[in-house]
Nanobody, 113 residues
Framework: VQLVESGGGLVQAGGSLRLSCAAS????????MAWYRQAPGEERQFLAA??????TKYEDSVKGRFTISRDLANTVYLQMNRLKPEDTGVYYC?????????WGQGTQVTVSF
């Protein structure tokens, strides 16, 4: 299973971006689809997850600003509003299919002052 992220880029503080992550080929519907961020020199950090029953979970610093969603084609989205410079980093999606974690290659998001 290969995951492909898109939607990253450069945005000014206060702006918005929408990330997408889709699997190549046909897959079994993931149990969990999630987004993580890795800032330079830091560990990868959990941001948001959506479960197969629609339940969502967010890291505190993104609550109210980021929204995770998924569609019937097993694409997961991350709508990011009111972006801050500290949101800068490489964003990774993760699918949990069965008991296996699959990761995307990452997409860079840079938020300027």
């Amino acid at each position: 299973v290969q995951l492909v992220e898109s939607g990253g880029g450069l945005v000014q503080a206060g702006g918005s971006l929408r990330l997408s992550c889709a699997a190549s080929g046909t897959i079994i519907s993931p149990v969990v689809m999630a987004w993580y961020r890795q800032a330079p020199g830091e560990e990868r950090q959990f941001l948001a997850a959506i479960y197969s029953n629609g339940f969502t979970k967010y890291e505190d610093s993104v609550k109210g600003r980021f929204t995770i969603s998924r569609d019937l084609a097993n694409t997961v989205y991350l709508q990011m509003n009111r972006l801050k410079p500290e949101d800068t980093g490489v964003y990774y999606c993760k699918f949990v299919i069965g008991t296996i974690d699959y990761w995307g290659q990452g997409t860079q998001v840079t938020v300027s002052f």
